[in-house]
């Protein structure tokens, strides 16, 4: 049927750092991991309750791998919009198993990039990229083309 629409929106902290690998057909794509927590008080015990679910996201969209290649890291917070996508593969002992991740397409996806996690004193931890030389620092946009070498 046509109409249906699947859409998932996640905001969380980076795992560690994103992984980009270039396809044989020379796409890069990115894929990395990004945490969500909940709390909540414990009714019986009165104690803080944590529970931490781990999504793997995989971007194809090569506008959004260039910035998550150029600006996102370990405990960076970011806002990922794709779709959960269930994938089939055989591990080496021919077993079949099933992951499912966020992925982000060429198109109808989006990745926000929302600052870097806290430590407890509520400062940013120490950096894990350079900065860019001559004490410039990066201003969070990538480089889109110009309307001219649009081909449309």
């Known amino acids: 049927m046509a109409g249906h629409f699947s859409q998932t929106i996640i905001l969380g902290n980076v795992g560690k750092d994103p992984e980009i690998r270039t396809t044989q057909g020379g796409q890069k794509v990115a894929s990395f991991t990004l945490a969500t927590s909940e709390t909540w008080k414990d009714r019986q015990s009165g104690e803080k309750r944590e529970k931490t679910?781990?999504?793997?996201?995989?971007?194809?969209?090569?506008g959004l791998t260039s910035v998550i290649e150029r600006f996102v890291r370990k405990g960076s917070k970011v806002q990922v919009i794709g779709q959960n996508q269930t994938r089939k593969w055989t591990d080496q002992s021919g077993q079949d198993r099933y992951t499912t991740e966020v992925v982000i397409q060429k198109?109808?996806?989006?990745?926000?990039?929302?600052?870097?996690?806290t430590n407890d004193g509520g400062s940013p931890p120490q950096q894990s990229q350079p900065r860019q030389q001559g004490g410039q620092q990066r201003s969070g946009w990538w480089d889109a083309p110009d309307d001219e070498t649009i081909p449309f």
């Open 107 to 117: 198109f109808g996806g989006n990745l926000v990039l929302c600052g870097e996690r």
């Open 53 to 62: 679910e781990w999504h793997r996201v995989v971007c194809w969209n090569e």
